[in-house]
């Protein structure tokens, strides 16, 4: 099982980035894939998760209207688009595949996941 994160980098308040996570080793259509994010000396959170099933879609309140998930299934690959970026938004942003489908109340729990990628750092700055 294999979870590849990519698509960081430095970008100016307001700016975008789209990070991508392809995904092989496992049945994705049937998983919860995530995207967490950890900034330097706080907790690792959740930021947004999508049910591969059925498209079902979470997100964080503080990036909600901002970021949108999405998957490419012909990809294997789960996409998080973040507009509007803003320093605090800096942080190591990891995905994470559950190989079931979660339900909602579980989405944001770590715990319930069952591989990580390697985390791709989103820096913004001016």
């Known amino acids: 099982v294999q979870l590849q994160a990519s698509g960081g980098g430095l970008v100016q308040p307001g700016g975008s980035l789209r990070l991508s996570c392809v995904v092989s080793?496992?049945?994705?259509?049937?998983?919860?894939i995530g995207w967490f994010r950890q900034a330097p000396g706080k907790e690792r959170e959740a930021v947004s998760v999508?049910?591969?099933?059925?498209?079902?879609?979470s997100y964080a309140d503080s990036v909600r209207g901002r970021f949108t998930i999405s998957r490419d299934s012909t990809k294997n690959t789960v996409y998080l688009q973040m507009n509007n970026l803003q320093p605090e938004d800096t942080a190591v942003y990891y995905c994470a595949a559950a190989t079931r489908g979660l339900i909602k109340s579980s989405m944001f729990a770590d715990r319930f996941y069952d591989y990580w990628g390697q985390g791709t750092q989103v820096t913004v700055s001016s």
């Open positions: 999508i049910r591969l099933s059925d498209r079902s879609t």
């Open positions: 080793g496992f049945t994705f259509r049937t998983s919860t």
